[in-house]
Nanobody, 130 residues
């Protein structure tokens, strides 16, 4: 059974940092891309960052230079280091994977591709206050 479990969310002030984790199990972790999406109240789920099995990373323009994604294949875990957080980063953050997606470059407009991903975690809340 494929499982993705997010952790690390919380409440911080603007300018602060959080590190999210996505622990995976039930599949060959190092063969597939993992992506982070987020969803704010009343808004569509949007892609934040992704990392392929080869370590290639992609970021939404809104988080470039502030967020860093990396994976530890030995621990079957992907991390999202979030620095210089803004109030607009407030959302529920989800990690996702799909067995037909090896790279985010395979997807046109991956930021809006949430509907293509089959496996999701339960999400972790990130709240940034001013």
């Amino acid at each position: 059974e494929v499982q993705l479990v997010e952790s690390g969310g919380g409440s911080v002030q603007a300018g602060g940092s959080l590190k999210l984790s996505c622990a995976a199990s039930g599949f060959i972790f190092n063969e597939y891309a993992i992506a982070w999406f987020r969803q704010a109240p009343g808004k569509e789920r949007e892609g934040v960052s992704g990392i392929g099995p080869d370590g290639r990373t992609d970021y939404a323009d809104s988080v470039k230079g502030r967020f860093t994604i990396f994976r530890d294949n030995a621990k079957n875990t992907v991390y999202l280091q979030m620095n210089a957080l803004k109030t607009e980063d407030t959302a529920v953050y989800y990690c996702a994977t799909d067995f037909e997606i090896r790279s985010l470059t395979d997807i046109t407009d991956w930021v809006r591709s949430w509907h293509l991903w089959d496996y999701w975690g339960q999400g972790t809340q990130v709240t940034v206050s001013s």
